[in-house]
């Protein structure tokens, strides 16, 4: 959750409970088997509170298999009051970059709201990719999903967001169809991978720093993980790349090969071309923000992780490194139930969406407010 400055008050303590968590979202379909077209969205709310014992496999790597996957959203809003105009270039350039690293175009499914043939990011169409995305999923098996668009906030009533807020993706119909929650985001796309399956996720919107629901968080101070105080723990390797904070905004004006896109996205890329050989987290990290301090965006990436593996020399890579589960409960823990946090005004944080920021080279500052 994000919103730092309207910090919820803790309720009462509560006891972290072993509950009957039933195993992940059906996701037998074969690799090859079903093109996103005709792949058949199921709806699946994933788990509530509780947990359940896991398999643990401490400093395994393991190998990958080769077989490679990525679901790319792009939004830029066209033709309404919320128009962004690099999103959409952002999905490209990261295609690009993914087909250099060996993932097939056929297996690269793009949602973008051009009109250019592309399936539109409605939040139909991005809750069945994220399906897509993981169906068939097994030890070795590489992906990537990458959002570029608008990104809000809205009160969490579980009591488990520690600010009181849970982060959300906006579709293209988000007006008519809503918002997609991060609890959705980890539920779909997170918790149904098996142990030894990476997925890496780059998140280029607003209030994105935990806009999966990880419950480790990087903390360059002390070089390590900070785990959520109500973690939801799973069995893949997922790590998040997200263009801010949680209470922060994302810029939509960063100038790439003449063309606008976002800051992060294109501080991700060129950190991540700016070595022949992977470089170790914490110097990937320092690259790309210290790429986006050079071209003077205040936003600070985070970066969050569904397991706590050694970051000492550890190099970051998208197709490698994969680590097997170190978590050796699955679920949604609470250890504590936090009262849900203040409404903005006569607004109230449902009714506030922050835009990517079109910030550099002159283009307007946007805060769309719907």
């Known amino acids: 959750g994000g919103g730092a400055s309207l910090r919820p008050s803790a309720a009462a303590p509560v006891a972290a409970e072993a509950l009957p968590v039933a195993e992940p979202h059906c996701m037998s379909a074969l690799w090859e088997a079903t093109p996103f077209q005709q792949f058949q969205y199921q709806n699946y709310t994933g788990p509530s509170v509780g947990y359940a014992s896991a398999d643990v496999q401490p400093g395994a790597i393991v190998k990958p298999s080769g077989r490679r996957k990525a679901l790319l959203v792009g939004c830029n809003y066209r033709g309404t009051s919320a128009e962004l105009r690099g999103c959409i270039n952002d999905v490209h350039a990261m295609?690009?970059?993914l087909a250099s690293a060996g993932f097939p175009p056929r297996e690269m499914t793009v949602l973008t709201d051009d009109g250019g043939g592309n399936p539109p990011p409605t939040r139909a169409n991005i809750l069945r990719g994220f399906q897509w995305l993981v169906a068939g999923a097994r030890e070795g098996d590489v992906l990537f999903f990458h959002f570029s668009g608008h990104g809000s906030q809205q009160r969490d009533q579980s009591g488990m967001e520690e600010d009181g807020y849970n982060e959300t993706i906006c579709p293209c119909d988000m007006d008519?169809?809503?918002?997609?929650?991060?609890?959705e985001i980890w539920s779909n796309l997170v918790f149904p991978l098996p142990s030894g399956v990476r997925l890496t996720a780059l998140m280029d919107c607003c209030h994105s720093g935990t806009g999966l629901d990880l419950p480790f968080q990087y903390s360059g101070r002390s070089g390590g993980w900070i785990e959520d105080e109500n973690p939801s723990h799973s069995r893949g390797d997922v790590q998040l790349f997200s263009g801010c904070q949680d209470d922060q905004s994302s810029s939509d004006g960063d100038v790439m090969l003449f063309k606008t896109g976002g800051a992060m996205t294109n501080a991700f890329?060129?950190?991540?071309?700016?070595?022949p050989e992977p470089l170790?987290?914490?110097e990937f990290l320092r690259r790309v923000e210290g790429g986006l301090r050079e071209r003077g965006f205040s936003q600070r990436p985070q970066l969050s992780s569904s397991q706590a593996f050694h970051l000492g020399g550890k190099a970051f890579s998208i197709t490698d490194g994969i680590v097997a589960n170190t978590n050796p409960q699955v679920g949604r823990i609470q250890r504590r139930k936090i009262r849900p946090a203040r409404d903005f005004g006569s607004m109230g944080g449902l009714g506030m969406v922050d835009g990517l920021i079109a910030g550099a080279v002159g283009l307007s500052l946007l805060d769309a407010i719907f």
């Open 269 to 275: 890329i060129r950190a991540y071309q700016s070595s």
């Open 95 to 97: 295609r690009d970059l």
């Open 176 to 183: 008519a169809a809503g918002q997609i929650v991060d609890d």
């Open 280 to 282: 170790p987290y914490p």
